[in-house]
C-alpha cells in the first residue's frame, strides 16, 4: 500500500456517492450537510457520536496545564478547553492498514 497525502473535500464525496446510487448531486449535498449539522450540533452539547463500523467521536475536556514559551522559556498556564477526539472502529482501522477499497 502507499500513502496517498491527497485530500477530499465535500465535493468529491458527493460526486463519488452519487456515481455508486441513483440519487442527485444537490440531495446528496443536502442529507450530508444536514447529517454535519446534527453531528456537530450534538457533540456541541456534549454528546459522544457512535457510527458503527466507523468510529467514534467525542469532546473531552483537557485540563488546565502548565507549560513553557517555546522561545523565551517563560512558564506559561494553558487553559483548560474542550477537544474532539475520533477513535475509528475496528472495519475502518482494518480497512486503512490494508489498504482495501
Do not use: C, W
Amino acid at each position: 500500500m502507499t500513502y496517498n497525502q491527497n485530500s477530499m473535500r465535500k465535493a468529491n464525496i458527493v460526486a463519488e456517492i452519487a456515481e455508486k446510487v441513483d440519487i442527485s448531486q444537490k440531495d446528496i449535498k443536502e442529507v450530508i450537510e444536514a447529517f454535519f449539522l446534527e453531528v456537530g450540533n450534538s457533540l456541541a452539547k456534549g454528546n459522544r457520536i457512535e457510527l458503527r463500523g466507523f468510529g467514534v467521536f467525542k469532546p473531552i475536556l483537557r485540563k488546565e496545564k502548565i507549560g513553557r514559551n517555546p522561545k523565551t522559556g517563560e512558564v506559561i498556564t494553558i487553559p483548560k478547553k474542550i477537544a474532539l477526539v475520533f477513535k475509528p472502529g475496528k472495519e475502518l482501522k482494518k480497512k486503512v492498514e490494508d489498504g482495501s477499497v
